[in-house]
Structure formats: structure tokens, C-alpha cells
């Protein structure tokens, strides 16, 4: 072999020395691995616009190869096969995963709760892809390691569209008190809609996370002051918790949380607040 030259995969060379530019490593592994290659995780992910992925080795690919064909997985691209390939996309002239089947391969290789959920929700939150979409998506994933991935779907399905809102969850379902929406959408006598992250329609009782992001098109407020200022003159109350204070003080908040319901208990909503949609679109 001439001076310079690298092996990257089996049968694949490199005819200079040197680390690999991205596209450069992705044509090596398309020649490596074969015509039916399809590119997942989180290569998708990034192209995609994901946000709040976890630190990882740049240099790493992930491929689904056909059940029917293999090739070992190497330093640089984990291979898996698969009875379930699915119908391709492209970018730059490869052939990709869809944005679900991504996030759902991308969780079960992941297998931490709070990353698979965050990026997840990041993907609904902004319709880059629907919850229905990736329970589809879900059903034939394999079974280890999918613990992480479900729970994030099935949060998803409950109207959760972060992970404080999660964390929050957690908190209100050891407390004894009617239903909580996630995410409706409500309209307010001035017939300006806003979408809580927490609600108890049967007092009119709301929670907040502190510092989170539009979760509407048409539930645009510029600050959180403002959120709480209408809410509060529609005759809503509103609690509002910091994510750090929803680990720090899981206690003390579902304390407030329980105190508030049953001092509120039977009121109903407040007058001229009409709820529009009892969770978020899917």
C-alpha cells in the first residue's frame, strides 16, 4: 500500500493520511456496508434541526443493514440489522432514515430517560415529526433497550412536551387531586389563547414552568410575567416552578400543588375561559 493511505473499514481505503471530513466518512460507510444501507440515529437527528442531544464522538455512525445481510460493526459504524427497514429518505445523496424511525433507534441505543425524552419532545414540540408517528415507529423496535423510548412516547401521548414538564408529571401523580391536562389550549375572555403546561379544569388551577418556550403558534407571550398577568386576570390561578426546583424541592412543590387544588376544589373554570383542547395537537 502506498505511504498515506489508510484502511477505514475492510475494503475501504483512504488514499491520503489524516482524519476523514464528515460526507467522506459517510461515503466510506456506504461503500463498506453496501447498496441497502440506510443511515440512522443521530446523524439524522442533527440534520434534522434536533436540539438538546448529548455530547457524543462526532466520528460515529449508525447504518441498518437488511436482516438478510451483515457486516460487523467497527470503531467508527455500528451496524444493525433489521427485519424492519424503512422507506428511505435522502440527504446529500444518501439514503436516511425517517426523522421517527431516527429519534426511536436513536433512544434505544441511548437509553437515558431525560436525553431520550428531551430530544423526543424537541422533535414534537416543534412538528418536525407527530406522536403518533413515532408510536408507529416504536412497535417494531426491538425490545432491549427500549425502556427509555417508551416511557418518552407514552409521556408524549399523556400532552408532556419537555422534560420539566416530566418532572412536574412525576410530582403531580402522587398527588391526590382531579385530572391534569398537558398542554391545552384554552381561550381567554379576551379571546387570547394560551396553552398551559398544567391544568386542573376542575378549579381553574394552572402550573408553569419558569423559562419555557411557546409551546403554540397562537399562544405568544413575550415573558413569563405576562403569561402569569392574563391567567391571573381571567381568574386562573397560576403557580410556577423553576426546573431546578421541581428536583430540588419535589416535597415543598407537590405540597403547594395539593394545597392549591383542594382550596380550589369544585370552583370550575373561571368565567369566559373556554378550553379549546384538552391536551396538545398530536
Known amino acids: 500500500?502506498?505511504?498515506?493511505?489508510?484502511?477505514?473499514?475492510?475494503?475501504v481505503y483512504a488514499a491520503f493520511g489524516g482524519p476523514l471530513e464528515p460526507q467522506?466518512?459517510?461515503?466510506?460507510?456506504?461503500?463498506?456496508?453496501?447498496?441497502?444501507?440506510?443511515?440512522?440515529?443521530?446523524?439524522?437527528?442533527?440534520?434534522?434541526?434536533?436540539?438538546?442531544?448529548?455530547?457524543?464522538?462526532?466520528?460515529?455512525?449508525?447504518?441498518?443493514?437488511?436482516?438478510?445481510?451483515?457486516?460487523?460493526s467497527t470503531s467508527l459504524l455500528k451496524v444493525t440489522r433489521t427485519r424492519y427497514m424503512p422507506e428511505p429518505h435522502q440527504l446529500d445523496g444518501?439514503?436516511?432514515?425517517?426523522l421517527?424511525?431516527?429519534?426511536?433507534?436513536?433512544?434505544?441505543?441511548?437509553?437515558d430517560d431525560r436525553s431520550v425524552l428531551a430530544a423526543?419532545?424537541?422533535?414534537?414540540?416543534?412538528?418536525?415529526?407527530?406522536?403518533?408517528?413515532?408510536?408507529?415507529?416504536l412497535k417494531t423496535a426491538p425490545k432491549q433497550g427500549?425502556?427509555?423510548?417508551?416511557?418518552?412516547?407514552?409521556?408524549?401521548?399523556?400532552?408532556?412536551?419537555?422534560?420539566?414538564?416530566?418532572?412536574f408529571r412525576a410530582i403531580a401523580s402522587g398527588v391526590r387531586t382531579p385530572t391534569v391536562?398537558?398542554?391545552?389550549?384554552?381561550?381567554?375572555?379576551?379571546?387570547?389563547?394560551?396553552?398551559?403546561?398544567?391544568?386542573?379544569?376542575?378549579?381553574?388551577?394552572?402550573h408553569e414552568t419558569n423559562g419555557r418556550l411557546a409551546h403554540e403558534e397562537d399562544d405568544l407571550f413575550e415573558s413569563m410575567q405576562e403569561r402569569h398577568d392574563v391567567m391571573t386576570a381571567a381568574g386562573l390561578t397560576a403557580l410556577h416552578n423553576a426546573p431546578r426546583r421541581l428536583l430540588a424541592d419535589r416535597s415543598l412543590v407537590a405540597l403547594e400543588w395539593r394545597q392549591c387544588a383542594r382550596r380550589l376544589a369544585g370552583r370550575g373554570m373561571p368565567a369566559g375561559v373556554i378550553v379549546l383542547r384538552r391536551g396538545p395537537e398530536d
Open 120 to 137: 423526543l419532545a424537541d422533535a414534537v414540540q416543534r412538528r418536525k415529526v407527530s406522536v403518533g408517528a413515532l408510536e408507529k415507529a
Open 94 to 98: 444518501f439514503a436516511v432514515a425517517p
Open 181 to 206: 391536562l398537558f398542554n391545552p389550549l384554552l381561550q381567554l375572555p379576551s379571546r387570547r389563547r394560551i396553552s398551559p403546561d398544567a391544568l386542573i379544569e376542575e378549579c381553574g388551577l394552572v
Open 24 to 72: 467522506q466518512r459517510m461515503w466510506a460507510s456506504y461503500l463498506y456496508a453496501g447498496a441497502a444501507a440506510v443511515f440512522t440515529d443521530r446523524l439524522v437527528l442533527e440534520a434534522s434541526g434536533i436540539r438538546f442531544l448529548p455530547d457524543e464522538d462526532p466520528t460515529h455512525l449508525h447504518l441498518l443493514l437488511p436482516w438478510d445481510q451483515s457486516r460487523k
Open 100 to 111: 421517527e424511525r431516527a429519534l426511536i433507534d436513536f433512544g434505544v441505543r441511548i437509553r
Open 1 to 11: 500500500m502506498s505511504a498515506g493511505w489508510q484502511v477505514i473499514f475492510p475494503g
Open 146 to 167: 427500549r425502556a427509555a423510548v417508551s416511557a418518552a412516547v407514552e409521556a408524549l401521548r399523556a400532552g408532556v412536551r419537555s422534560v420539566p414538564e416530566q418532572d
